[in-house]
């Protein structure tokens, strides 16, 4: 169009609409893999390995504190019979207010001496603490008398097995293990399982959603347009 002289372009702009995005589908967690199970699955194995642990502990302090035959204690200066089997070695206790000086004595027909443990060990049961002072190997089986006497008044003695410290130990390295293992299994499985789940249903997604731009639809102008219109 010519208007004084003057030549005037009239452009036209086609603009394309963007089609809004759809909704992602839902995906459904039983579709997931793996399967929750794996989370069942953790929590069982959390709770036999410290089920595991804590009876290996009680067994441990169990076995411990019954190496004292705190059922038949004598007083110092009382002779206390006793059934003894051949080649089990047998250890005394006392329990005493302080440290003191501890004698006792056996038939030289049990066994020929006792012995002094090269180490230390105390079992505390209920309000007492038991110390092993002596042990001997009975050489012989039968019911034989055995007097202690101690330096401190009011000391009570009492017959026990020799304690197993390496099997204590053992148990109780055995359970610390276990609680371990539980400690780690455990969250190790669940942050596994979480993590392939999610890159699964990634997976998913992207194979059921469409392509965000569809094809223009029928009749719409080219782009980009033509050219000015004159």
């Known amino acids: 169009m010519r208007r004084h002289g003057h030549t005037e372009h009239l452009g ?20 997931l893999r793996p ?10 194995l959390g709770a036999v390995l410290v089920g595991t642990g804590v009876t290996l502990v009680v067994l ?9 035959d705190t059922a038949h ?18 250890a005394i206790y006392v ?14 027909e049990l066994a020929d001496s006792l012995t002094k443990p090269a180490g230390t060990f105390r079992v505390t049961h209920g309000v007492r603490s038991w110390d092993r002072v002596l042990e001997f190997t009975p050489r012989t089986s039968g019911d034989y008398p055995v007097i202690c006497t101690s330096e401190v008044p009011g000391a009570e003695f009492a017959l026990g097995d020799k304690p197993e410290v390496g ?17 780690v299994a455990v969250p190790a499985i669940c942050i596994v ?7 699964h249903r990634r997976r998913l997604l992207a194979a059921a959603t469409p392509p965000m731009w569809g094809p223009p639809p029928p009749g719409a102008a080219p782009w980009p347009p033509a050219g000015p219109v004159a």
């Open 167 to 183: 099997s204590m130990v053992g148990g109780i390295l055995a359970a610390v293990g276990c609680f371990l293992t539980a400690a």
């Open 60 to 68: 441990a302090i169990k076995d411990t504190v019954n190496s004292v």
């Open 95 to 108: 329990s005493q207010s302080r440290w003191g000086h501890v004698d006792c004595r056996i038939p030289r």
């Open 12 to 31: 036209c702009t086609v603009r394309r609409l963007r089609r809004p995005a759809p909704a992602p589908p839902v995906i459904p967690a039983k579709d």
């Open 193 to 199: 399982t979480a993590v392939r789940r999610g890159r």
């Open 35 to 44: 399967r929750r199970l794996w989370y069942v699955a953790a929590a069982l």
């Open 73 to 90: 204690t004598f007083a110092g200066g009382e002779p206390r019979t006793f059934g003894f089997t051949r080649g089990k070695t047998r």
